[in-house]
């Protein structure tokens, strides 16, 4: 007589398979996130020492770059925050976070997608190192962020956290989530999300002037003694409240 499993045997088998591919698959989800953001760190380490390397050779100084394109000015006007620092960097493939693969909506600047595919940076740098500025500038180097990351849909180079025009904020929106901006372009509609939810595992990725980098949530890098709602809170992203220093 041959054996075989019954219809009973089977169902309890893909029942517990069922069960364990349950347990294990989020377990999975989880690693694999946990890697990218292992991969997004080492980009942001290579990023802030080319930075450190480039400041290193003109006297501890940021290179001049030109983000913000005005009228009548083209892509061939465009210089952006890393281009300066291709001799330091092995390829433009470290300023893709590996869990970013959006089509950006917003271009506040004359950048088409077409130019947004060729010039694409999913890490902003802090508008404070982009116009020449002394690298060292910052009273506690270890707590002066450099670099972060864009919000997902908005084609941007740089933040600036300062006061602007026309209301007085700060463009936090490009980091925390909170829909396009809390800036100076037209588009400040959106209402501010302390939550932020974050691309990495409930954060984000952060380099700081001293040359080190770590994961951090969005409401870790402000000034625990202002409300994280207040505008004016620019915590590590502006550690000594200094005002634009664009020129």
């Known amino acids: 007589?041959?054996?075989?499993?019954?219809?009973?045997?089977?169902?309890?088998?893909?029942?517990?398979?069922?069960?364990?591919?349950a347990i294990l698959?989020?377990?999975?989800?989880?690693?694999?996130?946990?890697a990218k953001k292992t991969a997004d760190l080492s980009n942001h380490k290579q990023l802030v020492t080319a930075i450190i390397l480039y400041a290193g050779d003109y006297d501890d100084r940021t290179a001049r770059t030109h983000h913000d394109?005005?009228?009548?000015?083209?892509?061939?006007?465009?210089?952006?925050?890393?281009?300066?620092?291709?001799?330091?960097l092995k390829s433009h493939d470290v300023l893709k976070d590996p869990t970013m693969n959006d089509t950006p909506t917003l271009f506040p600047y004359p950048v088409t997608l077409t130019d947004w595919k060729a010039y694409r940076t999913d890490y902003l740098i802090n508008g404070f190192f982009s116009h020449?500025?002394?690298?060292?500038?910052?009273?506690?180097?270890?707590?002066?962020i450099i670099i972060g990351e864009r919000h997902a849909g908005i084609a941007f180079f740089d933040y600036h956290p300062w006061a602007s025009a026309?209301?007085?904020?700060?463009?936090r929106g490009f980091l925390d989530g909170s829909g396009y901006q809390i800036g100076d372009i037209d588009s400040d509609s959106q209402v501010l999300d302390v939550k932020n939810i974050g691309r990495?595992?409930?954060?984000?990725?952060?380099?700081?002037?001293?040359?080190?980098?770590?994961?951090?949530?969005?409401?870790?890098?402000?000034?625990?003694?202002?409300?994280?709602?207040?505008?004016?809170?620019?915590?590590m992203h502006n550690i000594d409240s200094l005002p634009s220093n664009e020129d």
């Open 25 to 34: 698959f989020p377990v999975f989800a989880q690693a694999k996130a946990a």
């Open 200 to 235: 990495h595992t409930g954060g984000n990725n952060y380099s700081f002037t001293d040359g080190h980098a770590k994961w951090m949530k969005f409401a870790q890098t402000l000034d625990t003694t202002k409300a994280q709602t207040d505008v004016t809170n620019y915590g």
């Open 132 to 144: 020449g500025a002394v690298l060292t500038m910052a009273s506690q180097p270890a707590q002066q």
């Open 166 to 171: 026309p209301d007085n904020n700060w463009e």
């Open 69 to 88: 394109l005005e009228q009548g000015e083209t892509i061939a006007d465009l210089y952006t925050w890393y281009q300066p620092l291709s001799p330091y």
């Open 1 to 21: 007589m041959k054996k075989a499993f019954t219809l009973i045997e089977l169902l309890v088998v893909i029942a517990i398979i069922a069960i364990l591919a």
